[in-house]
């Protein structure tokens, strides 16, 4: 008799047994791992996409932009190495203003361009966790080098699951919300709205997934601890 594999949402939704301690790297560790990630994921398409905005306007910028995202994520996927979730996130983004940009040059087009990426966001969050990989989980390794046990610990897999439905929910309504708003208001209204709504989801987001994770930890008796940094070699 064959036994179905479980769906990755019920495994997500299921209750789990108390298992070990979470450790966590320290401060230094985390940050030696984390910037090379930010460089990659934000940091260098934001400058490459302002400098070629200045130098030769809207449509390379956007395709420049997207090159090196598109790159770095082949580059990855060609040596074998998970591409961080920030790099995702970021191609998501680049990919959906591009093709609007690029298809047309109507204000309404130019401003449903960020709307359509948040709809990506939410869709790239929901996809995730359907195929066992919460895209959540990437983004902490992205910024914290934890190592495999902690990492495949039962409640912390579980959180970074319930985390990505989480928000997945919060930009679909993020989108909706602007979304309604491009339709029926004027574009000043709608910049309002959107500088104002962006801000207060992502805030909304992280400090329930902060509750969140505390409550499932204290829940579980699971103690979250940090380990000392490793003491490097003198030089003489």
């Known amino acids: 008799m064959v036994v179905p ?38 940091i260098i398409p934001v400058v490459l996409f302002i400098g070629l905005l200045e130098a030769t306007g809207t449509r390379w910028a956007l395709i420049g932009s997207l090159v090196f995202s598109l790159a770095a994520l082949g580059r990855r996927i060609y040596l074998g190495k998970q591409a961080s979730g920030l ?3 970021t191609t998501v983004g680049l990919v ?21 990426a948040t709809a990506l966001v939410a869709l790239t969050f929901a996809g995730s966790v ?27 897999r579980r959180f970074f699951s319930h985390v990505s439905i989480w928000w997945a929910f919060t930009s679909s309504v ?12 004027p574009p000043t209204t709608f910049v309002l709205v959107k500088s104002v709504l962006g801000p207060i ?8 997934a902060f509750i969140w994770f505390r409550a499932l930890m204290a829940r579980s008796g699971t103690q979250v601890v940090f380990a000392k940094a490793q003491a490097r070699p003198s030089r003489s």
Not at 132 to 153: F, K, N, Q, Y
Request: with cysteine; glycine share 4%; aromatic share 6%.
């Open 5 to 42: 594999s479980p769906n990755p949402l019920d495994r997500a939704l299921s209750p789990l047994p108390h298992s070990p301690n979470l450790v966590f790297p320290n401060i230094g560790d985390t940050i030696r791992h984390a910037v090379p990630n930010l460089l990659e994921g934000k």
């Open 96 to 116: 959906a203003r591009t093709v609007a940009a690029l298809a047309t040059g109507s204000l309404f087009i130019y401003f449903l361009q960020p709307t359509i």
């Open 201 to 208: 989801t992502t805030s909304l987001t992280l400090s329930v």
């Open 87 to 89: 790099l995702i996130l």
């Open 174 to 185: 993020n989108f909706t919300v602007t979304l309604w708003v491009l339709l029926n208001y």
């Open 130 to 156: 359907l195929m066992g990989r919460p895209l959540a989980e990437r983004l902490m390794i992205d910024l914290c080098p934890v190592d495999d046990e902690t990492r495949s610990h039962p409640h912390l």
